[in-house]
């Protein structure tokens, strides 16, 4: 069993759809992130949580810390947003799930 | 600061060929670590330094693979006599250690190493 588990792999969308993405990990951790990779490789970090919500724009993502469980949502999603979203926990260094790919359709 | 930066951006190998990457981190981090990630997968960690000390090493880190980071700023990844499972994306990081001033990681945009 992976230390992060995501769901689901992949998700379509039509813009302005409300997305949600799923993310559950074992044992304790420091903090859980949530990044956005584009093709091409590069990865961006969209939040740092280790309790809570956090709210950027039109990205929130919540975590509960005793049910080891986050999630990311979009809101008023945009084909912009089509990138690969993924979880990792934290100890020490990062700790990644395998992803969520998003295509947000016009 | 211009951030992560990585080199080479691309590598086209021969499989038994040796290659070597370099991360340069941001100048203030003291925390570089090393990633694989391969087509449709999370980044895998390999290894981690805090300054010069290597402070964790992978299993997937095989006897093949070595990191250096001499000097606690630039870190070198080399891999001996690649074989084709080597192919895939070399991603670095940067960070500070946790506690004051933490704020999160910076990723270089990876080298993408192809053993043909």
């Known amino acids: 069993k992976n230390e992060v588990e995501q769901s689901p792999q992949n998700l379509t969308a039509q813009e302005g759809e409300f997305i949600t993405i799923n993310c559950s990990y074992s044992?304790?951790?420091?903090?859980l992130h949530w990044l956005q990779q584009h093709p091409g490789g590069g990865i961006v970090s969209l939040f740092m949580?280790?309790?809570g919500k956090k709210k950027h724009g039109r990205l929130i993502a919540t975590i509960n810390i005793q049910e080891k469980h986050s999630s990311l949502h979009i809101t008023a999603s945009h084909p912009r947003d089509s990138a690969v979203y993924i979880c990792?926990?934290?100890?020490?260094?990062?700790?990644f799930g395998t992803g969520t790919r998003l295509q947000v359709f016009p | 600061d211009t951030g992560v930066s990585q080199d080479p951006r691309h590598k086209i190998t021969k499989r038994g060929q040796n290659v070597t990457f370099r991360c340069d981190p941001i100048?203030?981090?003291?925390?570089l670590y090393w990633y694989r990630q391969t087509l449709g997968q999370g980044p895998e960690f390999l290894t981690y330094?805090?300054?010069?000390?290597?402070?964790?090493k992978s299993r997937l880190l095989s006897d093949r693979f070595s990191a250096e980071r001499p000097k606690g700023s630039f870190s070198t990844l080399e891999i001996q006599r690649t074989e084709q499972g080597d192919s895939a994306m070399y991603l670095c990081?940067?960070?500070?250690?946790?506690?004051?001033?933490?704020?999160?990681?910076?990723f270089g945009s990876g080298t993408r190493l192809t053993v043909v």
């Open positions: 990081a940067s960070s500070l250690a946790r506690g004051i001033g933490f704020y999160g990681y910076t």
């Open positions: 044992v304790g951790i420091s903090a």
């Open positions: 949580l280790s309790s």
């Open positions: 990792a926990k934290e100890n020490d260094k990062l700790i």
């Open positions: 100048s203030e981090h003291n925390r």
């Open positions: 330094f805090q300054n010069e000390a290597q402070l964790e």
